[in-house]
Antibody, heavy 125, light 107 residues
């Protein structure tokens, strides 16, 4: 059974860097084909895709946030870390990590079939 | 980026109604279209992937169809537990993108 759980600060100040951790169980982040996504949702708004982290470090980021985002793996802890720099109050949202189930052809296809519980991050001015 | 546009943004329906939600992509995405359901205060849950494949454990009253740029999610007989917000999402290319959501409310 695959589970994911986000952890990190629930309150950050504007201009600070947010660091979130996604802890995986039931699957290894270093196994070929494994992908973990980051998604956020501001209060009352739609879902927004942020990044996909792959077992081979061929990561993909949202172009609109690419300059602020970095996601890395800690294989020893089976965790994925998301860093978002220069936080702003508009970044206030629930942040989710999710397991990508692959289907189709090509490396970057799939669906988020298992989600973490999410972590609500508030950015104060 | 591929833009995903859902319609309607919201709808009111009664238990037992047939409900259809439409999702249009700004360019062709083959069949790389997924549908999620989100109830207030809960985590999104995948219903349909690859346009028409039912995720394990999802009731058969949910179905998906389409190809290219136009897709639909159909609930054949709306149940009380189906009142929620539904999102489409393409995975044809990164960045994966979501629609703005369709809120299904009780009539």
């Amino acid at each position: 059974q695959i589970t994911l759980k986000e952890s990190g600060p629930t309150l950050v100040k504007a201009t600070e860097t947010l660091m979130l951790t996604c802890s995986l169980s039931g699957i290894s982040i270093s196994t070929r084909g494994v992908g973990v996504g980051w998604i956020r949702q501001p209060p009352g708004e739609a879902l927004e895709w942020l990044a996909l982290v792959y077992w081979d470090d061929d990561n993909r980021y949202s172009p609109s946030l690419k300059s602020r985002l970095t996601s890395t793996k800690d294989t020893s802890k089976n965790q994925v870390v998301l860093l978002m720099t220069n936080m702003d109050p508009v970044d206030t949202a629930t942040y989710y990590c999710a397991h990508r189930k692959f289907y189709g052809s090509g490396s970057y296809k799939g669906v988020f079939d298992i989600w973490g519980q999410g972590i609500m991050v508030t950015v104060s001015s | 980026d591929i833009q995903m546009t859902q319609s309607p943004s919201s709808l009111s329906a009664s238990v037992g109604d047939r409900v259809t939600i439409t999702c249009r992509a700004s360019q062709t995405i083959s069949n790389y279209l997924n549908w999620y359901q989100q109830k207030p205060g809960t985590v999104p849950k995948v219903l349909i992937y690859a346009t028409s494949s039912l995720q394990s454990g999802v009731p058969s009253r949910f179905s998906g169809s389409g190809s290219g740029t136009d897709f639909t999610l159909t609930i054949s007989s709306l149940q009380p537990e189906d009142f929620a917000t539904y999102y489409c999402q393409q995975s044809f290319t990164t960045p994966w993108t979501f629609g703005q959501g369709t809120k299904v409310e009780i009539k």
